[in-house]
Structures are given as structure tokens and as C-alpha cells.
């Protein structure tokens, strides 16, 4: 009798278990999860601290950029962080009825940006992308910072720096190796003279990276071409955020 009534309820608590999964997307993100979604422009990327904005009125907040799956309501007068913008709707992460959450929400019901501050942060999420493609393909550019040189090039072999009136200078050397054949004749195990290629590491490049108050000044290329395109790129100073 009892497995009888196990089997009754089999349906109910099937019907528990689907209402419980669709429930779960609306639940607030993870601590420090943040969903991409594009056309929107993620602060992390570009502002060094956390942005904070007060809500003017009760705000509906969403899960998706589109306001679809609600998630609640935040409280008028709380300050909520601003994690991603765009031109219809912010993400914001904040304390609705059932405890934090994070979505989007309609900017007219929170306190406004400024201009300014909204302008460099466009202008950073370009210059990011744009410095992104160079990194992609081990490429460094004038106005690029030591972090992102790195991340193209990897770590220097020689590192040397400077203060003068003009303030700290540096300069970064990189050596390029390439893997270069070569015969050589020896014997075997028999006592048999054979010739043999080997692979030797040999330099084929050097480029100087000198950086003015953390950002790249020059660029010096000798002994060989480290890239195709032996042109200097020049991209964006990173942009003064004013908030």
C-alpha cells in the first residue's frame, strides 16, 4: 500500500519539480555573475571603481535587457551599483522584496548619468575593442598601457626605467625566436655516418617598447621585422572617466 501511494503522488511531485525549474531564472544572479547581453556597454571593462545611483521611484526590475522575466521591485531611495549600460536600460544589482537581486531597469527611474560620464564610457568600451583585435593578434600600438602590452607580448626580457622632469619613462625589450633547420652529420649506433636536421632556436627580431607615464611612447623594430605590417599603429589614450 505504501508503494501504491508513492506512485499516486509521482505526478504531483513532477508538477512541483517543473514549477520550481521555471522559477529558477528569475532568481537573482550569483555574487560577482554578471549575464552578457549585447549592445550594452559592461563597466567593469572600463571604470576602474563601482558606479552607484539612487532609485527615484519603485523600479521594476528584469532579467533580460528586453524587460522580460520580472524579478521584482527596487525601493525608492536605495543606492543600487550600476553594472552595464545601454540606450534603453541599465543593469543594476540592488535589494527588491525577496533580497538582492541584479537586472535591468528603465533608466527614467533612477537618478541620471552624466553626460560626460556616459561619453567616456563609450569611448573606453572603443578604444577596448580596438585594443582587443591588436592583442589578439600579439600586436602593440603607441598609447597602449604596460597591462595591455603584456597581454599582447607577454613578459619583457629586459626591463628598464627612468625619472625625469617629464615624469617616469620605461623601456620594454622583446626578443622574437624562430625554430631554424639545420644538417648535422654524425654517426649511428651501427658506427654508420648519417646527416641528421636539427632545430635551432635562433633570434629573429628585437622590438624596444618605451612607455611615458604608463602609456606606449615609441616603438623600435631591429635586427628583422616582428610583424608583417611594420607600420606603427597608434590607438586612444584610455579616456578620463567623470562621474
Known sequence: MELEAS???LPIMKALAFLLLALLPAA?????????????????????????????????????????????TLQR??????QAISDRAYRVRGAAQQGQVAGWVDPKF????KKEFIESVHQN???????DALIEKNEVAINMTPDEVSRALGKPGKRTARLDAHGRAETWEFVRYERVPQETTGY????????????????AGKLSVSFQNDLVSALEQSEGVL???????????????IY
Open 110 to 113: 533612477l537618478s541620471p548619468l
Open 77 to 82: 531611495g536605495q543606492l543600487v551599483e550600476v
Open 227 to 241: 610583424e608583417r605590417d611594420a607600420r606603427v599603429k597608434l590607438v586612444p589614450a584610455p579616456f578620463a572617466v
Open 28 to 72: 537573482a544572479a550569483p555574487s560577482g555573475a554578471v549575464i552578457r547581453e549585447d549592445g550594452a556597454v559592461y563597466l567593469e571593462d572600463v571604470v576602474p571603481k563601482p558606479v552607484k545611483i539612487a532609485i527615484k521611484e519603485d523600479a521594476p526590475i528584469f532579467y533580460k535587457i528586453d524587460m522580460d522575466r520580472y524579478l521584482g
Open 125 to 131: 568600451a572603443a578604444r577596448k575593442a580596438e585594443v
Open 7 to 9: 506512485v499516486l503522488n
Open 188 to 203: 649511428d649506433r651501427t658506427g654508420r655516418l648519417v646527416t641528421s636536421v636539427i632545430y635551432v632556436k635562433v633570434p
